[in-house]
């Protein structure tokens, strides 16, 4: 046990063993494919590169808007518990209605899942206690689209997660003054109630562009298979479902490290988890908990 691990509180380091078994779930694509068949694995041969692009077009949209304020509507109050099943009802109703009309349906769709699925991922932060008026959170909150882990390695896992906040750390801190910017603007404009987001600034932008490197994959998986002709409304009701899911327990997993974070510091925080990683590679005893039970009650 290192120094950090004595230092922290037991229940400090019982939230971090939660946000390790959040951030090392399997990805969204395996766990879709296990409920769906492997028709999700083959986007490409169900969705034509036209119709792939302007799904990502949809979903730059909403991505754009929630860094502009999509949270808006949300009440203050960080702390607040975060209602993670509404959000899967409401994305889950978004997957069967888009299920009906295919790939056609994927116009509507998208931006709603997506805006559904940043909605969470704010609500979540909230409940974390941060603060989702914030631009910097706001801005964050869209980075968690782009985490997550394809490797089944626990390590692997955790190291890409820390990988892919440092890539994206400098643009994200741009980003950040570009939409505290607008929104200072906005607020010295009478009557103005929202910040436009008919153009964005270079660096947000440039952070769109690098979540949907990661994000675009699971997303067109998504709709191509929920646009197959086998698969019925039900189906696609239960990749919303798992979709939400799976971003769900990222952001979790993610504000749970980032409030740790702020309280220990970036180096301790990280020293624990990996410790705990080493932990869980060691034979479990007949009395031990099952170590999924902890992801569990993050919903």
């Known amino acids: 046990m290192n120094s950090a691990d004595t230092e922290m509180s037991q229940e400090d380091r019982a939230a971090l063993v939660q946000a390790v078994e959040c951030l090392t779930t399997e990805s ?44 808006a509507t949300m009440r203050d109050g960080p702390g607040t518990p975060a209602s993670t099943k509404t959000h899967k009802v409401l994305t889950a109703v978004s997957g069967a209605a888009g299920g009906v009309f295919g790939l056609a349906g994927a116009a509507v769709e998208v931006p709603f899942t997506t805006t559904l699925t940043l909605r969470a991922i ?37 190291e890409g997660y820390f990988t892919s906040r440092s890539a994206l750390a400098h643009i994200a801190v741009k980003a950040s003054e570009e939409v505290a910017k607008a ?32 994000f675009g994959i699971p997303l067109t998986s998504k709709i191509a298979a929920g646009a197959v002709p086998v698969i019925s409304a039900v189906s696609a009701a239960t990749l919303n ?53 902890t992801a569990r009650r993050r919903a």
């Open 241 to 293: 479902t798992l979709f939400t899911d799976y971003y769900q327990a990222i952001a979790r997993g993610h504000f749970i490290t980032r409030r740790l974070e702020n309280k220990y510091g970036e180096e301790a925080v990280r020293a624990v988890m990996k410790g705990i990683v080493e932990e869980r590679r060691r034979p479990v005893s007949p009395t031990s908990t099952v170590r999924s039970a």
């Open 122 to 158: 704010a609500d979540i932060a909230r409940s974390e206690g941060f603060d989702v008026k914030d631009a910097s959170v706001r801005v964050e909150c869209a980075t968690v689209l782009s985490m997550g882990s394809d490797s089944s390695d626990d390590d692997e896992a955790l």
């Open 28 to 71: 969204f694509v395996v766990k879709a494919a296990g409920a769906v068949g492997s028709v999700l694995t083959l986007p490409g041969k169900v969705m034509p590169k036209r119709v792939k692009t302007w799904v990502l077009d949809f979903a730059q949209s909403a991505i754009k808007a929630s860094m502009y304020g999509a949270s």
């Open 183 to 214: 929104a200072a603007e906005a607020a010295t404009k009478a009557g103005l109630k929202s910040i436009s987001t008919d153009t964005a600034g270079s660096w947000v932008g440039q952070l769109i562009v690098k979540i949907l490197e990661r």
